[in-house]
Each structure stands twice: as structure tokens, then as C-alpha cells.
């Protein structure tokens, strides 16, 4: 699911796009939920990347052994990869299933040339060898090996990221939310147990309350945040801040000043890992200054 700082990122995009093009704000609410939801498909599509990989070897081995001349890999294939445990119980998901079934366009054909040589390359890298002439098999091996295989092959994988951006623009901001998802759906998974749901996007209604009235209260209340924060500038012009920052910076502020419930330092935390995300390589500290100035300021614990 999303956390309250993947929430807050799409808060500060949903601002971003307003700003860039204002609209009604339930219209600016419901795209905002529009992208959230756009995040489990390209979830759904990364799980189905790795049941691809699986159903791609099997293929490969039943033209192995359907060959006129045979070797002996051909007539006795090596299965450890196609029967990991964590491989089997993605493919199995029937969430995974059902949602695939709804949006086929998720589904990977088997002879799609970035599967195909990604398999490739994971075939021909040192891990697989090692993992497949390992003759132990366990679930713990099973995990490590699929865990370490997503990062350094889909997580990493600069032409899986074009086609994913292909697909859906948007995507191209959720790369690393839809990836931590993955990771953590493959460290959940038990031995002996199947994996029945998977990561929900909003775990609850009370984030969905939260991601509605961060993104209204920063709305309703521009020109105020802004002046507040104009007001913690030294020497420094509004219009001087770059537009991520100025509205990472509203954000922050808005959510200081209306949900007095969550502590300072927790905002302010959240806020600087926002910006390594969409700002440049100081906004970080400089919007840790400014925020750290306001709460001090403010008096706010």
C-alpha cells in the first residue's frame, strides 16, 4: 500500500499539475485518485513480468524436448527456476489472476523482445548459474534469489522503464513506489502458505481522508501558505524558488499547520525525502531549513 509519504508525492504532483493547469478542484481530487489507482496496474504488470519470465523457460523447455536431437539438458531440463516456490505463488495469486483478466493489456506476451532478452541476460548472469546449480532448494533461497533478480532485472532495467512509459506516462513518477510494493509482496510471502491478496494502494479510508484534505486544505489556502512562507525567507525572493519547491514547501506547511496531530520532525522528514524525489540535488536542505525555521518559529512540537 501507499505509505503517507508516497500520498504525500502525489499530493505535491496533484498541486504541480494544478498549478501548471488550474481546474475544479473535485476535477484536480479525482485525478489524484486516478494516478493513485494507475499504480497498482503498473504493480499488477511488474508481478506479471516475473510470471512471464517463468512461463518464457517452460516454453523453452518444451522445445527442448521436442527437438529431433535431443541433448541431455533437453530431455532432463533443470526446473529449479520455473518451480521456485516464490514464482509459483505470484502465478497462483488470484488477485493477480482475476485483475490480469480484467486488463489483459497487463499480460505479457511470451515472445515480447524485452522478456525475451531479459531472460537472457538472467540466464546468462553468475546468480542464476550459481541458484540453478545449487541442488538445495529452500524457500528461504527460493525468496532471496527472486528478491535480488527484480532489483538488478526490472527494478534496474532502463528499457522496461521506456516501455512502461510507453504504456502510461505517468508511470514514470511511480517507478519506485511500484517497485517497493513488489519487494515487499515477495519478503510477505510464507513457506506453506498461499499468497492470497496483495498490496492494497490506500490501506484504509482514514488515508484516503488524510490524501483528500492535505490536498484541498493546500488548495483553499495558497495565497495564506505562501505568504507564511515568504515571511521565512532571508534575503531571498519568493519567485526565487524553484515551482517544486515553492509547493513541496506549501504542502509541508499546510500539513504543519492542519494536522497538528503528527509531530514536526515527522513532516519535516517526510517532506525532504519528497523533495529528493522531485527537486533538485539542494532542495533537500534547503527546504529542511525553512521548515525547521517555521516549526521553531511556530513553537510547534
Excluded at 480484467?102 to 506476451?109: A, N, Q, V, Y
Excluded at 490501506?203 to 512562507?229: G, H, I, P, Q, V
Amino acid at each position: 500500500m501507499l505509505g503517507r509519504r508516497q500520498i504525500r508525492e502525489k499530493v505535491v504532483e496533484s498541486l504541480y499539475s494544478y498549478y501548471q493547469n488550474p481546474i475544479k478542484f473535485d476535477v484536480i481530487e479525482k485525478n489524484m485518485f486516478s494516478e493513485i489507482n494507475k499504480i497498482y496496474h503498473l504493480y499488477i504488470y511488474e508481478l506479471n513480468f516475473l510470471v512471464g519470465l517463468k512461463r518464457l523457460a517452460e516454453d523453452q523447455m518444451e522445445i527442448g524436448k521436442n527437438k529431433y536431437l535431443k541433448t541431455k539438458e533437453d530431455e532432463n531440463p533443470n526446473q529449479k527456476f520455473t518451480r521456485n516456490q516464490i514464482l509459483l505463488q505470484i502465478e497462483d495469486n488470484e488477485e493477480r489472476r482475476s485483475f490480469s483478466e480484467k486488463h489483459k493489456e497487463l499480460i505479457w506476451d511470451p515472445n515480447d523482445e524485452i522478456l525475451v532478452k531479459t531472460f537472457q541476460r538472467i540466464k546468462a548472469g553468475k546468480r542464476y548459474q550459481d541458484y540453478m546449480q545449487d541442488e538445495e532448494i529452500s524457500f528461504e533461497d527460493d525468496q532471496k534469489f527472486i528478491g535480488k533478480l527484480f532489483l538488478r532485472y526490472i527494478a534496474e532495467n532502463t528499457d522496461l522503464h521506456e516501455r512502461f512509459e510507453e504504456k502510461e506516462m505517468s508511470w514514470a513518477d511511480d517507478f519506485h513506489i511500484a517497485n517497493s510494493m513488489i519487494q515487499k509482496t515477495i519478503g510477505f510471502m510464507k513457506e506453506s502458505e498461499a499468497s492470497h491478496t496483495l498490496i492494497k494502494m490506500l490501506k484504509d479510508d482514514e488515508d484516503e481522508d488524510f490524501a483528500r484534505k492535505l490536498l484541498r486544505s493546500s488548495l483553499n489556502n495558497w495565497e495564506e501558505t505562501e505568504k507564511k512562507l515568504e515571511s521565512k525567507l532571508l534575503n531571498w525572493d519568493l519567485d526565487r524558488i524553484s515551482l517544486i519547491d515553492r509547493i513541496i514547501l506549501v504542502a509541508a506547511i499546510t500539513e504543519l499547520d492542519r494536522f497538528p496531530l503528527t509531530a514536526s520532525r515527522i513532516i519535516i522528514n517526510e517532506y525532504i525525502d519528497v523533495s529528493k524525489v522531485y527537486g533538485t540535488e539542494k532542495s533537500n536542505i534547503f527546504i529542511n531549513g525553512i521548515l525547521d525555521k517555521y516549526t521553531k518559529d511556530l513553537d510547534r512540537a
